[in-house]
């Protein structure tokens, strides 16, 4: 039935008792690509009759639908004139995991991080009240994105303003990992009581509240969604839905499932097992053992407890040691700084993408009183960027230029070690680690005591590499090209990336005519353009290798590392240019 | 009374039934130096007895109590060792307005962003209970600023956590202007049954909650405070205080006293009436006349209608034109994005420093896609800055990294009102203004028809001095001494300070060997880096002048011009050296 549907027209012409057909089919297909090519498997599943229901209700892209992260918009993507990305696998690259107005006029938004859709729906509903049309507005937002601050100043707006606003509450009882915070329990109260618990969180905030136990029965939604097709004041929709719904194992195992390598469908077990070294062991076993020694350590993580290592029965280990406060960057932030105010010391693993939610309190709450916390920034390397979506440019940019935030970047595993180390053991400043991406081990890269002045890893003269983190590899290459064509550079570690050492630079500058940065970073704002900045005046040549150009939806990172630049050859060939 | 109180300890030897005339006191104080220094009147005037009750109750500082924004201390600096900074003239000048962990083992926090006070609770609290520790923590938070995803987020991790945590909800039914938000209809009908009233928004949250009507008498407050502090489980005071209380004229007008310059006690009246031309009325007047003619128009404020201009009379008349969306900045550059993707135009208008909360949402939900909407950045300029809870340091980091955002810096009026009157006409793009301080009419600083490109406002060589927005005047000086001693500099409006003018600065390289960049912002990852950066392998100097200096909370703007060496005199010897 699938490869008929070419768009939600075709769909509407299917007769209803036919659906139940059309979502097992749906299921499998999903089933299939995802287990060959990776991706959301779990939270789609869980949304295949909604997602169905809803274009057979409603009439997108006049009606507005908005599907909040949209890493569930698999099936959305499946009835909106794409299906053959889904059933033929010559084409499952065609469509990439996220909503993305350049691909289809039916996603509305590029989007990716959480609990956002409640404010654009809210913005999209205006818009039409202004223009006095008439189309319905939906936003579908799931239990573990409610715990997003943004998503309770959408909710609180979307009261005060009024009008047909369609809020699906997609429950499944799951954020990636198990829920935490107050609401949680609301919600599981009106699970138990069949939406009518006292103390609706939704109705408290004046919003009108139905509850659907049934959100998996494509016939059952059909019938709520027509029944509040029409309203005339915001309400939500609480439906309950299973994630991983229709496969045993993602519904045995729904976090493992959330976000999926290709696996063996008979099975469940993925296929490939990345067995070498990285960071998050590392760093687990690291903190694992830290924490406890030190009651006072804990560690933090706003609903991503993967980077970190911290899978559920670590969890349960660490006990009182390990706080997630869900999907709320901000939270994160100032509790840590509450935390180390109070005499604890926290460590808060987050990737950099998501960590744009805290700029402000990374420069108030926590770095304005040099409140002594550790936060360790993943992904900001270009293998943990995962399209316009999920970059980690702008970490740089962002902890770069706050005040008494101490910004480090290892180059080895020794070096992040030693680094964490003192971070967890000083008192005196916020302190931020970007983790690097491919383990290196090089116990030559230690500093014999901590600080982070920058390190002269390799002596030489006129040229100066100076290379952060996960790009020291890279300039490590250049060095080796360039060595052979008889020249000799300097290769710096920087160490620090928010403060320059410029002792360092200033003797550097004796015997060196061209300075290179490399970081793989936003150029604009970032490290580098402090160095040109810093011999702006001096007779010494620099040049700043960073990424200018942005993510697509569907970048690959050796194509994005060649457009801008990144290669042995282009910057071997600059150097001996401009030398 | 009040001078006898060296710490809490000296307060709680106070008979309770002579509390009232403390308060008494304690209010005469405050509008006496508030009238004449100005401040933060109205919030205070309604926390004397709330704060006289805490400090009676609880035991600070072992005990923690941390008030959100921290703009309602001064009664709690006052009862804190510190009421000669209020009762003696000749040292009003002693404390700042904020609570501050330099001034005061009392003040935990540096604090003037809303909303933060539950997290930090929370992991005060958090802390506390890993070591061990048996004191008691409170969070004051108002009505107001609970409409901040933040505090939402930390009542749900406060719920989660559990134990010893007061929070007081001080509801004064007022945010600085009136609240917006669906949960203030919660606060409403709370009130309205005496705490009974069902859907209670706390309650739903999992918290504990009990409601005091009378939070303008010290002895109720004493007595559910007592009541309450050793509760074992998370507890929300919902207390009703009058915003201005016991000061007729700020009862009348809670807005306008919330924050208040220098007035007449006696009536009132503001001292000084500034009836310079400023941005806030050209921004008023433009967007009022637009509004009219184009229904699709709409001003967007997060609990700020002030930098605007929109008081209460001008948004009754804006009507559904304007929309406060309480103060929830990450909401409004989401919401924006929704109106823009549905085909209305948004203008938001925010200080430069508060926008910080939304640069995930710049990225993400407006950018990414290029929804077509205009933010008005205020405040960020050496004037607009008010110490380091409240600076506008980073708004040029923050903006000019975000790709496909537009960030603009008029540097007249005439400018200004061609920038604006462009970008809510066009559909391509996201586009900010960085809004300038002082008013300069100057006809011949527009372009012809606009464009992003830089422009040359006086042609000379050698020597380029591009300024940003604010900073022309100053430029300008440079220019004119330089003139008086035989040299003749080109002077540059960059106009757009997020991309660089590649062509024009291509041009002046043929016969210029010094560029100076002039920025009020912070030059870390500002606007001057990208120029040296792009100069970097040429043979030309560049010098970046930009704030290095963090803001203090006592800050003053020449002084700290001064020490960044923001000076004519300063500049032009820089000049002369280097040329």
Redesign the interface.
């Known amino acids: 039935m699938l490869n008929q549907i070419k768009n939600p027209e075709n769909l509407k012409k299917i007769p209803a008792k036919n659906l139940p057909d059309l979502c097992e089919e749906i299921r499998q297909v999903l089933i299939q690509k995802i287990s060959t090519n990776g991706g959301h498997l779990a939270p789609n599943l869980g949304v295949v009759e909604l997602t169905t229901a809803l274009h057979y209700v409603f009439n997108a892209p006049t009606d507005?639908i908005v599907f909040d992260v949209s890493h569930q918009t698999y099936v959305h993507k499946m009835l909106t004139g794409r299906a053959q990305a889904f059933t033929d696998p010559k084409h499952y690259l065609d469509v990439n995991g996220f909503s993305n107005?350049k691909e289809s006029p039916y996603d509305?938004?590029?989007?990716?991080?959480t609990s956002?859709s409640l404010?654009?729906?809210?913005?999209?509903?205006?818009?039409?009240?202004?223009?006095k049309q008439k189309h319905h507005v939906v936003a579908i937002i799931g239990d573990g994105s409610l715990?997003?601050?943004?998503?309770?100043?959408?909710?609180?707006?979307?009261?005060?303003?009024g009008g047909n606003i369609i809020i699906i509450v997609n429950d499944n009882e799951m954020s990636i990992a198990e829920n935490?915070?107050?609401?949680y329990?609301?919600l599981e109260k009106l699970r138990a009581t069949n939406g009518k618990a006292?103390?609706?969180?939704f109705?408290?905030?004046?919003?009108d509240y139905i509850y659907e136990p049934n959100g998996n029965d494509v016939h059952a939604l059909i019938k709520v969604l027509e029944k509040v097709k029409n309203c005339t004041t915001p309400t939500v929709i609480h439906i309950h839905t299973i994630k991983g719904c229709g496969y045993a194992p993602a519904m045995k195992n729904p976090e493992k499932f959330h976000y999926t390598a290709p696996f063996d469908p008979a099975t469940g077990k993925h296929k490939f097992i990345n067995q070498t070294e990285n960071y998050t062991d590392i760093t687990y076993q690291f903190i694992e053992k830290q924490m406890q020694s030190d009651?006072?350590l804990?560690t933090i993580t706003s609903g991503t407890p993967n980077p970190t290592g911290f899978e559920l029965n670590r969890r349960q280990k660490a006990g009182?040691?390990f706080?997630d406060?869900?999907i709320?960057e901000?939270?994160a932030v100032?509790?840590?700084?509450?935390?180390?105010?109070?005499?604890?010391h926290?460590i808060y693993g987050v990737q950099g993408s998501?960590l744009?939610?805290s700029?402000?309190?990374l420069?108030?709450?926590l770095a304005?009183?040099s409140n002594p916390a550790t936060l360790l920034v993943f992904g900001d390397h270009i293998h943990g960027m995962g399209g316009?979506?999920h970059n980690g440019f702008?970490d740089i940019?962002?902890l770069?230029?706050i005040?008494?935030l101490l910004y480090l970047a290892p180059i080895s595993k020794q070096s992040y070690l030693q680094m964490l180390d003192w971070a967890i053991n000083q008192t005196e400043r916020s302190v931020a680690i970007r983790v690097p991406d491919q383990v290196i081990n090089d116990p030559l890269s230690l500093n014999n005591k901590f600080t982070a002045n920058s390190r002269i890893v390799i002596n030489g003269n006129e040229i100066a590499i100076i290379a952060v983190g996960s790009a020291f590899p890279l300039a490590q290459q250049v060095v080796d090209t360039l060595n052979k064509k008889g020249i000799q550079p300097t290769l710096i570690d920087p160490i620090c990336i928010s403060e320059l050492d410029e002792k360092l630079l200033t003797k550097i500058a004796k015997n060196h005519s061209?300075i290179i940065t490399l970081e793989e970073g936003?150029?604009?704002?970032?490290f580098?353009?402090?160095i040109?900045?810093f011999?702006?005046?001096?007779n010494i040549?620099?040049?700043?290798f960073g990424f200018t150009t942005?993510l697509t939806a569907d970048f690959k990172p050796n194509t994005f590392l060649k457009q801008n630049g990144f290669t042995v050859e282009n910057i071997t060939n600059y150097i001996l240019k401009?030398r």
Chains 1, 2 share one sequence.
């Open positions: 507005k107005p509305l938004f590029t989007m990716g991080h956002t404010s654009l729906a809210c913005g999209l509903a205006k818009a039409r009240d202004l223009q715990s997003g601050g943004q998503a309770y100043e959408g909710l609180n707006n979307i009261a005060e303003q935490h915070g107050g609401y329990k609301n006292e103390d609706n969180f109705r408290a905030l004046g919003l009651p006072k804990v009182l040691q706080v406060v869900g709320a901000e939270h100032a509790y840590a700084a509450g935390l180390a105010k109070g005499g604890a926290p998501f744009q939610r700029f402000d309190q420069h108030q709450d304005l009183d316009s979506t702008y940019v962002q770069g230029s005040p008494n061209l936003a150029l604009a704002g970032g580098g353009e402090k040109a900045s011999y702006g005046d001096q040549k620099v040049h700043n942005s401009h």
